[in-house]
């Protein structure tokens, strides 16, 4: 079956633009994860939703970076203001309860020039 | 808290030989533990998971792993390299949440004809 999808695969913007992510998880996959992949830190965890809600948004770097889920099903991290430490890789991941495996889309490269 | 670390940045191995990637944890819990692969521009594929079951976990291609608590480590082997296997390795660990999981560094593996 389908896996995760990502939209786009690459993004360029310029510095102070708004820009979108968007992410398609597994059909029937009640939990969706943020992940960012950069050089200087790493993997690192963003946010969690469990259905429509976000019960854990700690790894949100500033209040620049919004998410949201909409019917349990596709989301969008939203970064405004981009600045140029926001480059790095955006991996979405869903799973089908919050303890289950988490299957990775391919990411969105997002460069800020 | 909980954190993984990874001994080795690159691994150069050549094909038909075994492969070792070490890996460290720290958790105050019974941690899960599992081995992700990245392939260059693909999303993460989990390798395998320790989940408190038996210590020497079998995952996909080949790989395994064994959890030693004495050791607090999981390191990865395979005893016959392939070229195919020429890609990122991640050890991660997972907290008392169970979902937000925490990535060590990276080892990336290099095979040789």
């Known amino acids: 079956g389908a896996g995760v999808s990502q939209s786009p695969s690459n993004k360029v913007t310029e510095k102070g633009k708004d820009v979108e992510l968007r992410c398609d998880p597994i059909s029937g996959h009640t939990a969706l994860y943020w992940y960012r992949q950069s050089l200087g830190q790493g993997l690192e965890f963003l946010i969690y939703?469990?259905?429509?809600?976000?019960?854990?948004k700690s790894g949100l770097p500033s209040d620049r970076f919004s998410a949201e889920r909409t019917g349990g099903s596709v989301s969008t991290l939203t970064i405004q203001r981009t600045q140029q430490e926001d480059s790095a890789v955006y991996l979405c991941?869903?799973?089908?309860?919050?303890?289950?495996?988490?299957?990775f889309g391919p990411g969105t490269r997002l460069t800020v020039t | 808290a909980q954190s993984v670390t990874q001994l080795d940045s690159h691994v150069s191995v050549s094909e038909g030989t075994p492969v070792l990637l070490r890996c460290n944890y720290s958790?105050?819990?019974?941690?899960?533990l599992f081995w992700y692969v990245q392939h260059p521009n693909k999303g993460l594929q989990l390798l395998l998971k320790?989940?408190?079951?038996?210590?020497l976990v079998k995952g996909i291609n080949g790989f395994e792993a064994e959890f030693k608590k004495s050791e607090t480590s999981f390191h990865l082997t395979k005893p016959s390299a392939h070229m195919s296997d020429a890609a990122e390795y991640f050890c991660?660990?997972?907290?008392?949440?169970?979902?937000?999981?925490?990535f060590g560094a990276g080892t990336t593996v290099t095979v040789r004809a």
């Open positions: 939703f469990q259905g429509n809600s976000a019960p854990d």
């Open positions: 991660v660990v997972t907290g008392s949440n169970d979902y937000k999981l925490s």
């Open positions: 320790y989940t408190s079951a038996a210590t």
């Open positions: 991941a869903s799973s089908y309860k919050f303890d289950y495996e988490q299957y």
């Open positions: 958790s105050s819990y019974s941690p899960s």
